[in-house]
Every structure is written in structure tokens, then in C-alpha cells.
């Protein structure tokens, strides 16, 4: 079983992922704030099941690929390491934006298609799958039990944490899209904050001595 100190630093590492901006974040804010709470929600079921999709893939994938291959461990800590630094920037770099601005012009759509694009952009996501590639590895390791267990513990963990902070957003995304936009100096806040738990997170990464 996974030690509750990893635990913890795993769910703080899925936590800065569900908050940086992303195709998640900014589809399920724009639906929630140009077409409502409910078709927010519905868009949050669809992404939900896109998670479930990433971490079955994922966590049978892992454990071929970490006994399988000698070196698997050592490439994809290198890919995490580069991931969170990559992230880090995207967070403070000139122009980039925060996490309630977000195209509010969209048509509207019917509960179907707003399941669906939640669920498709979340399995065609990119950020989800290299995270989950990434850091699982830095996690995993035999002497705390089956890694197929172990793989999913952490996917699971992960998918509550998106859930949770998620259905908040999605509860608050008009208001809180006001509020955000008459305090400009929060949104540098925020993105600096995240770019320091990137940066702290990829540096125990890289200093980690492995399995």
C-alpha cells in the first residue's frame, strides 16, 4: 500500500494539474458560464469518464512497461521532471492566461453532445496522459504492493481530487469569472503559486533515487 505521506504529495500534484488551465478547465468554465450550472455538470460527467478511460489504459500500460523494460523508470522520471518545469512556464509565461478566461461565445448544445465533448476532450487530452505517464512511476513501487493496485490507488485519487475541485468551479464559474476579472493582481498570484509547486514538485522528482 502506498505510504499516506506519498499519498499526499501525489493528490498536491493532481491538485495544481486540475488547476492549471487546460482544454478541460476552459471547456467545462465555458459551458458552465455561457449555457449554465446543468450543462456544466453534464460536461463534468463526460470528462469524469474520459479520466476512468486514461487510467485503465494507463495503469495496465504502467505495469507491462515497469517490468518489462530496464530503463522505463529512469526515461519516464526524466519526462516528469521536463513535464512539471513545461507546466511551470506555460503558468507564468508573458500572456498566458488564467483560469477564468475563457471563450464565453459558444452555441448551445444538448445534454448529449455536452457528455460527449467532455469525454473526448478529456481522453484526446494530452496533459492527462503525460501526467499520468509521468508521475505514476515516481509513486509506484514494489515493496508497497501490486503496482496494478498501486496504479490505480493513485488514478482513482486523481480522478476524485479533478472531480471535487472541478464541480466547485463549475458551481461558481460566472461569478467567479467576475470576481477574478476586477482583481487582476490574484490571477498573478495564483499563477505564481502554481509555477512554485511545479517547480518544487520536479525538483523532488529529479532528486528522487528511484526503485
Keep these: 500500500m502506498i505510504p499516506f505521506n506519498e499519498l499526499l504529495l501525489f493528490a498536491l500534484a493532481a491538485l495544481v494539474l486540475v488547476i492549471s488551465p487546460g482544454p478541460n478547465m476552459i471547456y467545462l468554465i465555458s459551458r458552465s458560464i455561457t449555457q449554465g450550472r446543468k450543462a456544466g455538470l453534464i460536461s463534468l460527467a463526460g470528462v469524469v469518464c474520459g479520466f476512468l478511460f486514461h487510467i485503465i489504459l494507463v495503469s495496465f500500460g504502467l505495469t507491462a512497461i515497469l517490468f518489462a523494460v530496464p530503463y522505463a523508470y529512469t526515461i519516464l522520471k526524466t519526462m516528469g521532471v521536463i513535464y512539471l518545469l513545461y507546466l511551470a512556464w506555460q503558468a507564468i ?3 498566458s492566461k488564467g483560469i477564468f478566461e475563457t471563450k464565453k461565445d459558444l452555441p448551445d448544445d444538448n445534454p448529449a453532445k455536452l ?3 467532455g469525454f473526448l476532450t478529456n481522453v484526446l487530452n494530452p496533459k492527462v496522459a503525460v ?4 508521475l505514476f512511476p ?3 513501487k514494489p515493496a508497497y504492493g501490486h503496482v496494478l493496485t498501486q496504479s490505480l490507488t493513485l ?3 486523481q480522478m476524485l481530487i479533478s472531480f471535487t475541485v472541478n464541480f466547485l468551479i463549475v458551481l461558481s464559474a460566472a461569478r467567479a469569472a467576475v470576481w477574478f476579472a476586477s482583481k487582476p493582481q490574484w490571477v498573478r498570484i495564483q ?3 502554481m509555477a512554485s509547486v511545479l517547480t518544487a514538485l520536479a525538483a523532488k522528482m529529479a532528486l528522487d533515487k528511484g526503485k
Design 191 to 193: 499563477k505564481w503559486f
Design 131 to 134: 501526467f499520468y505517464l509521468s
Design 155 to 157: 488514478g482513482i485519487t
Design 93 to 95: 509565461k508573458p500572456g
Design 138 to 140: 515516481q509513486f509506484i
Design 115 to 117: 457528455f460527449r465533448m
